[in-house]
């Protein structure tokens, strides 16, 4: 008896040992993306709201403003103005999005020939360099010889848009430019979300009578409920934040047609070295951000159904 008790004392130690053995080197792989993360994100995030208290443009000492950058931007109408640009550009791109993302997912989760290349082609925009695919875009953009307007002509319209000219169609052009590059990643959630409803609830559904509406109605949208939650959650967050197509489609014009709130806080940034400013107007966009986002978990419950 005395013989297994130490036995049994040698294993457990074992095991002890080999746990704390996995636990060390579970840690040595997570440090150095934990390390990043604390210093360029997490303690960024604290630098940046502490220089919002701060006039300073990164050559001279920074002085102490305490609440004066968030009250100059509340009283300023160029930031009021891309804001503006910001919720329309928003309003513009998130339902499109979802709406045709949910309608080519609806279409490429049925098995029709060359589903694998179009599910490709859809998504190839989004790993597509946003540099490269803009360049086209402001080709086909162009007022003159552009292939859009050059279609419009051709089915009889004589007033041509001028995109990304006019003031009054330069933030659509960006609007349609958005929603063609990152269409593909909300269908390939879609997609996914599609092929994990059970085809027994659509039998079941056909057995009782149900039209291709009913069914749909009925059974696809509620049960797709959490991915569309999702996919409504990281569009407008992404929409938000855009930056790279504004910077490169339009350059924030013209007029500041197309300066949405990054573009802002990068110009005054980086462009005017207003450090203090530019972090004011990140850290009321994070608020605006946050707040949306727990608008959205808190209503989820009258319109999301989890199996």
Not at 113 to 128: D, N, Q, T
Not at 142 to 149: I, S, T, V
């Amino acid at each position: 008896m005395q013989l297994k008790y130490l036995e049994l004392e040698i294993v457990n130690s074992m095991k002890i040992t080999m746990k704390k053995k996995e636990a060390l080197s579970a840690w040595a792989f997570l440090m150095p993306s934990l390390v990043g993360f604390v210093i360029f994100v997490f303690g960024a995030t604290i630098v940046s709201l502490l220089i919002s208290f701060f006039d300073w443009d990164m050559l001279t000492p920074a002085k102490f403003v305490g609440l004066g950058n968030y009250l100059k931007l509340l009283k300023s109408d160029s930031f009021f103005l891309v804001l503006r640009n910001t919720v329309i550009f928003v309003i513009g791109t998130v339902p499109t999005r979802v709406i045709f993302s949910l309608l080519l997912a609806l279409i490429l989760v049925k098995k029709i020939p060359g589903r694998a290349f179009f599910r490709s082609a859809i998504f190839l925009p989004v790993a597509a360099s946003t540099v490269a695919v803009a360049m086209i875009w402001r080709w086909i953009f162009n007022a003159d010889f552009g292939l859009l307007n050059d279609f419009l002509y051709r089915i009889g319209i004589s007033q041509l848009p001028q995109w990304l000219i006019n003031p009054n169609w330069a933030l659509m052009a960006l609007i349609i430019f958005s929603v063609w590059k990152d269409v593909g990643f909300s269908t390939v959630l879609f997609i996914a979300g599609l092929e994990g409803i059970p085809d027994t609830l659509y039998e079941a559904g056909e057995i009782d009578g149900a039209s291709s509406w009913i069914k749909f109605w009925k059974i696809t949208l509620p049960l797709l409920s959490p991915t569309t939650f999702f996919v409504v959650v990281i569009n407008l967050i992404g929409s938000f934040q855009v930056f790279d197509q504004a910077y490169v489609l339009t350059g924030g014009g013209p007029a500041n047609a197309t300066t949405t709130i990054v573009y802002y806080i990068y110009s005054y940034a980086f462009q005017r070295f207003q450090m203090g400013y530019a972090c004011s107007a990140a850290w009321i966009l994070f608020a605006i951000i946050f707040v949306i986002t727990i608008i959205q978990f808190k209503n989820q419950k009258k319109w999301v159904y989890y199996i």
